[in-house]
């Protein structure tokens, strides 16, 4: 996966059991957020974070989108314990997140932000290591930044 690339289309189901398309979606920017696992210190700090903050995602024109391969019931448990108000979308067969380069060689899901635009490109790549996560004022500083590339 490249910036500038089209984002692959993909169905998955959210912890409510509805089916989630990302080209469905794109009435906005979506901000991929592959995480590695469900109800651990570090991804429910990163998911927290991005919660107290989705007004400022949204008014920036940006849908969060939490994706791992953890169970429909365990994306539920976490969504409920954090009062999530973004969907955690179950990815059990890791295809798409094998389509998107979100899986170490172990078959867990690596930390990677991957923000795609309405247009269904790749406008933005962050991986990082699986001990630490990209805080929200650091993606809107990105987006506001791609924002003004673009106007330029």
């Not at 910036?3 to 009435?27: H, W």
């Not at 295809?95 to 635009?117: C, H, M, T």
């Amino acid at each position: 996966m490249k910036i500038g690339e089209v984002a692959p289309n993909f169905q998955l189901s959210d912890e409510n059991g509805k089916l989630f398309e990302l080209y469905k979606n794109l009435d906005s920017r979506v901000l991929l957020v592959f995480y590695p696992k469900d109800d651990t210190p570090v991804c429910s700090s990163q998911l927290a974070e991005y919660n107290d903050n989705l007004d400022e995602f949204l008014k920036n024109g940006i849908k969060v989108v939490g994706i791992n391969a953890d169970t429909f019931q365990s994306h539920i448990d976490f969504c409920n314990k954090l009062k999530l108000k973004f969907p955690l979308l179950a990815d059990e067969d890791r295809k798409v997140s094998k389509q998107y380069g979100a899986l170490n060689i172990f078959g867990i899901n690596k930390r990677i932000l991957i923000l795609v635009g309405i247009d269904k490109k790749v406008l933005w790549i962050a991986p990082t290591l699986s001990i630490n996560f990209i805080k929200s004022g650091r993606i809107l500083e990105k987006i506001t930044s791609l924002n003004s590339e673009k106007l330029t």
